[in-house]
């Protein structure tokens, strides 16, 4: 059973920068698994942020940047905001099947 | 605009088939790399991926879950019928419908519907 870790919890200032990363229990993660990442608020379906290790969507502001990093992906938030408070999913693709990460829980404090 | 709603029953009893339909618009599943997924939410809990299905028919399932899960489509209705048998308390959660296009993987997801299992 392929398991797909994150930090279960992070906390960052108003306008401070925090890297979440997503690892996979096969080993490093490259973008040949297209990691993403997803925003999840209380009550609200997700809704995308990055595809593809690093490409944004349209709607997905500046400061969330995707990466590899140390044999992981990363969503790193820039200049954070109030509203950034919330749950980020990292989703892995393992040639046909899907696997999210347990979820970082975020809070802005 | 691209949009997906869930649709069926909120409350379901242990043993019996669950049947849930996604009724899509603004694409087209006859589109190549076109496909819809399930995904479904324990209250509390983190997301867990149940099945694709594809332009071409193609169909993929969690493997924890593949025995209990048949996923169709309704191509001519815009709908994605998910079914899954032999249902548990522990499969209470929101499910939830999400499109596909190539690496867009899940870029626009439906609300969601909370189904509940109890006798």
């Known amino acids: 059973q392929t398991v797909v870790i994150q930090e279960p919890s992070l906390t960052v200032s108003p306008g401070g920068t925090v890297t979440l990363t997503c690892a996979s229990s096969?080993?490093?993660?490259?973008?040949?698994?297209?990691p993403n990442w997803f925003q999840q608020r209380p009550g609200l379906a997700p809704r995308a942020l990055i595809y593809?290790?690093?490409h944004r969507y349209s709607w997905t502001p500046a400061r969330f940047s995707g990466s590899l990093l140390g044999g992981k992906a990363a969503l790193t938030l820039s200049g954070v905001q109030p509203e950034d408070e919330a749950e980020y999913y990292c989703?892995?693709?393992?040639?046909?099947?899907?696997?999210f990460g347990g979820g970082t829980k975020l809070t802005v404090l | 605009q691209i949009t997906l709603k869930e649709s069926g029953p909120t409350l379901v009893k242990p043993t019996q088939t669950l049947t849930l339909t996604c009724t899509f618009s603004?694409?087209?599943?006859?589109?190549?790399?076109?496909?819809v997924g399930w995904i479904r939410q324990p209250p509390g809990k983190a997301l867990e991926w149940l099945a694709l299905?594809?332009?071409?028919?193609?169909?993929r399932y969690s493997p924890s879950l593949q025995s209990r899960l048949t996923v169709t489509k309704v191509t001519s209705k815009n709908q994605v019928v998910l079914t899954m048998t032999n249902m548990d308390p522990v499969d209470t959660a929101t499910y939830f419908c999400?499109?596909?296009?190539?690496?867009?993987?899940?870029?626009?997801w439906g609300q969601g519907t909370l189904v509940t299992v109890s006798s």
């Open positions: 603004g694409f087209s599943l006859s589109t190549s790399g076109v496909a």
């Open positions: 096969t080993g490093a993660v490259t973008s040949g698994y297209f």
């Open positions: 299905i594809y332009w071409n028919d193609d169909e």
């Open positions: 999400a499109h596909r296009h190539e690496a867009w993987l899940f870029d626009v």
């Open positions: 989703l892995l693709y393992y040639g046909g099947a899907v696997v």
């Open positions: 593809s290790t690093r």
